[in-house]
C-alpha cells in the first residue's frame, strides 16, 4: 500500500528562517512552496531524494497548526505516507480501527490527494495519506 515517505512535516514558527537554515545546515533547498488558506498553513517543501521535508507555518493564530506551536512548540508534526490510492488507503486504515480526520479524501499542495488520520489511535502520529 505504501510506495514512500511522501514528507515529514515539521512545525516552525518562521518559514524563512528554518528555510535558511536547514539550506546552510543541510544544503537543502526549496523545491516548492505554497500557501494553503483552507488549513491555514504555509508549506515549504525541500526535496530529499524521492521524498520531501515539509516546513510548515501557520498563516493565522486560529490554524490547527498554530495551536500545535502554542501546545507542543515548534518539531516533528505529521509524516506523510505515498500511496497509490488514497481512498482505498483511508478505508484500510479505517477499517483497521484509525480514526479519520478527513471522512473523504480532498485536495493537497501541488495537485496531490490527501487525507489526515489523528494520531488518537495511530499511536500518537499524526499521519497523511499522499497520492500524486
Ligand atoms: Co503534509
Same mark, same amino acid.
Request: hydrophobic letters at 40%; proline letters at 5%.
Given at each position: ?14 518559514? &524563512? ?9 543541510? #544544503? ?32 493565522? &493564530? &486560529? ?9 507542543? #512548540? ?59
Amino acid at each position: 500500500m505504501l510506495t514512500e515517505i511522501d514528507h515529514v512535516a515539521i512545525a516552525v514558527r518562521d518559514l &524563512d528562517t528554518a528555510i535558511a537554515w536547514y539550506r546552510d545546515a543541510l #544544503g537543502a533547498e526549496v523545491e516548492h512552496r505554497e500557501r494553503a488558506e483552507s488549513d491555514g498553513v504555509e508549506e515549504a517543501l525541500l526535496a530529499v531524494a524521492d521524498s520531501y521535508v515539509q516546513l510548515i507555518t501557520p498563516t493565522r &493564530d &486560529d490554524s490547527p497548526v498554530a495551536k500545535f506551536l502554542e501546545k507542543r #512548540g515548534e518539531g516533528l508534526h505529521h509524516i506523510g505516507y505515498r500511496v497509490e490510492d488514497c481512498a482505498s488507503a483511508l478505508e484500510r486504515m479505517v477499517q483497521a480501527g484509525a480514526t479519520p480526520i478527513d471522512e473523504a479524501p480532498r485536495p493537497g499542495s501541488r495537485n496531490t490527494t490527501i487525507a489526515f488520520i489523528h494520531p488518537k489511535g495511530s499511536f500518537g502520529t499524526l499521519i497523511e495519506l499522499v497520492e500524486e
